[in-house]
């Protein structure tokens, strides 16, 4: 583990305003600073930076944390990558208590991969490669292009990585785990991967943390990819990525496959990425959304393609970004329209490529039809759904018009349309917020059988601030209560995480908390810091809360036992008499 020494000098070079400022520009409001979340999509500001306590919060989706937590969810890192992140970023050395079990098994598949890749390129050039490599002729990729991307090659024996890497160490539970092995029937081990060209999968710094692999034959399915492993999440990565976030133009092609991508690259387009596998993911939107303001869908135009394209544009916009689709005619695929036309048409028709907007339209009136009133029907009643859709009224006007000429129907006619939608939906949205409004001590943690005490709730809450900024009043407020006052078995896991911290010398501080509390514990203590910041609490302040945390608790206690002792139930009314 990395020492909490080196982890307060991190937080100390590290200033959340300086580093989220990098990534969503902040206003300054009195004390704090504001942006648009970065982690969901909104409209209205609600994401708040406090330099008094170096934290965050958003108050639309609910995060919140310290640097360490915003790296985290902004690349897509763990604690300790985003530790290691940061300290590079600042030019730190840190101090390594010495690596706990999980980082030593990430460190490990990560080193498997490594020789595995470089045992896959050798292959490659072996006389057992020589059909994969004639595949990759036929594909038109040259030598510069194998090597940038390391493709390679993996043996048709059963045991040709798996022995290669034993000799350098391995053990076949690693390899297994790393998913370069499978567990045999007999309790041994043999390659996951055989007799297929192997395509490395790059993180954005560098490591190899998967592979893809493509038959050579007619072997099913075509393409397989390694598993989720310590080192890899399919749905939060994206193939080329670590070559396409270098681009300058803030412009992403999103395609199907690896040869697509790798295609792509060698004819210019250095800003291709793929998915793993997987339909598009909101992850993958998310970190998309990261090095690109506009994203260039490119898939197949069968049912399936369609399909994803349709997902992929409102992931994509939900990220805020602005969503274009290719349409090519000539040509089956990008890497055969290319070929046969050069890059520099293929260049013209990226920049010429239809808007999500008229994608979507064109789609609807080629499935209904135009020709006869009931397919006019039906068209708009899609249409107006798609335009509902749009966050812009002039980009709804526009196509509204355009529609409304093509169909000699009244324009004002389409939009009263839209606005139905818009206004349902405003109403469903409406319901859904008093829902969650209504369950707020449900999201508090508070259990169902004490949902009437959210005032006692809050009290605890404010405790716990209390705590946060006064970590000296520990003792004091633990000759008061104990965690049985607590409501919320959340507050009360916060609670004593922040006294073990004090105790141990430590403090209660976010950098000395995030290590020792999950991520839903450490974005409820950042809202509840949040919501009273700039708050000065007093001793006074603690005993008070202290008292009406116990005596809801005694309350509580009373009406249990009235519930099934009529003599303590009639003490008990009489008591509220007075």
């Known amino acids: 583990m990395i020492s909490q020494d080196s982890i307060q000098e991190l937080h100390q070079r590290c200033d959340v305003v300086e580093i989220i400022g990098s990534y969503a520009p902040l206003k300054r409001r009195g004390r704090t600073y504001s942006a648009l979340c970065p982690f969901h999509n909104e409209k209205t500001a609600s994401f708040v930076v406090y330099p008094d306590t170096q934290s965050f919060y958003c108050f639309g989706c609910g995060a919140g944390g310290d640097v360490i937590t915003f790296v985290m969810k902004q690349e897509n890192l763990d604690y300790i990558e985003a530790v290691r992140f940061l300290a590079e970023r600042v030019g730190m050395r840190l101090n390594d208590d010495g690596d706990d079990d999980e980082i ?3 460190k490990r598949v990560l080193q498997a991969n490594r020789l595995a890749a470089r045992f896959f390129f050798d292959c490659l050039n072996t006389d057992e490669g020589k059909n994969a490599r004639a595949y990759l002729r036929r594909r038109g990729l040259s030598d510069a292009t194998i090597k940038r991307f390391g493709i390679g090659y993996s043996m048709p024996e059963w045991s040709a990585l798996r022995d290669n890497l034993r000799s350098q160490g391995f053990k076949d539970d690693e390899l297994i785990e790393a998913g370069l092995c499978q567990l045999g029937k007999n309790g041994g081990s043999y390659d996951a991967f055989r007799g297929r060209v192997m395509f490395p999968i790059i993180d954005i710094r560098g490591n190899v943390v998967a592979f893809g692999a493509r038959t050579l034959g007619d072997d099913k399915p075509k393409y397989i990819n390694t598993s989720d492993t310590p080192a890899f999440k399919k749905t939060r990565n994206l193939f080329a990525l670590n070559i396409a976030k270098n681009n300058t133009e803030r412009r992403l092609i999103l395609v199907e496959g690896y040869m697509d991508v790798i295609a792509m690259h060698q004819g210019g387009f250095t800003n291709t990425v793929a998915t793993l596998g997987t339909a598009l993911t909101a992850d993958q939107a998310r970190i998309m959304s990261q090095y ?43 890497d055969e329209y290319i070929k046969a036309y050069g890059s520099e048409r293929f260049s013209a028709l990226v920049n010429g490529s239809h808007g999500s907007v008229e994608y979507e339209l064109e789609n609807a009136k080629s499935k209904y039809g135009i020709q006869t009133a009931e397919g006019s029907v039906r068209f708009l009643r899609e249409a107006a759904e798609v335009l509902a859709r749009c966050r812009s009224v ?45 369950d707020i001590p449900g ?13 006692a709730a809050a009290a605890e809450r404010r405790l716990l601030a209390l705590l946060f900024a006064n970590p000296d009043m520990k003792d004091k407020i633990k000759q008061l209560i104990t965690r049985e006052d607590f409501y919320s078995e959340q507050a009360a896991d916060i609670f004593e995480t922040m006294c073990r911290s004090i105790e141990q010398g430590g403090g209660c501080g976010f950098h000395e908390l995030a290590p020792l509390l999950d991520s839903d514990k450490i974005s409820a203590l950042a809202g509840i810091v949040a919501v009273n910041s700039g708050v000065n609490f007093t001793e006074a302040d603690a005993t008070f809360l202290c ?8 309350r509580l206690t009373d009406e249990k036992i009235a519930a099934t002792d009529p003599e303590a139930l009639k003490k008990l009314i009489e008591k509220n008499k007075k």
Request: proline fraction near 2%; hydrophobic fraction near 35%; glycine fraction near 4%.
């Open 104 to 106: 030593k098994r990430k």
């Open 292 to 334: 690109a303001d506009e994203i260039v869908i490119s898939y197949d135009s069968d049912e399936a393609g369609q399909k994803a394209t349709r997902r992929a544009i409102d992931l994509l916009k939900n990220e805020g970004l602005n969503v274009k689709v290719l349409h090519i005619e000539g040509a089956k695929d990008p």
């Open 394 to 438: 002039t980009e709804r006007e526009v196509y509204a018009s355009r529609i409304a000429a093509e169909l000699n129907i009244s324009k004002d006619a389409i939009l009263a349309q839209v606005d139905d939608i818009l206004r349902r939906n405003r109403n469903r949205e409406r319901s859904e917020q008093e829902k969650m409004l209504s």
């Open 443 to 455: 999201r508090l943690g508070v259990p169902a059988s004490r949902r009437d005490e959210v005032g």
């Open 547 to 554: 008292k009406k945390m116990v005596e809801n608790r005694n």
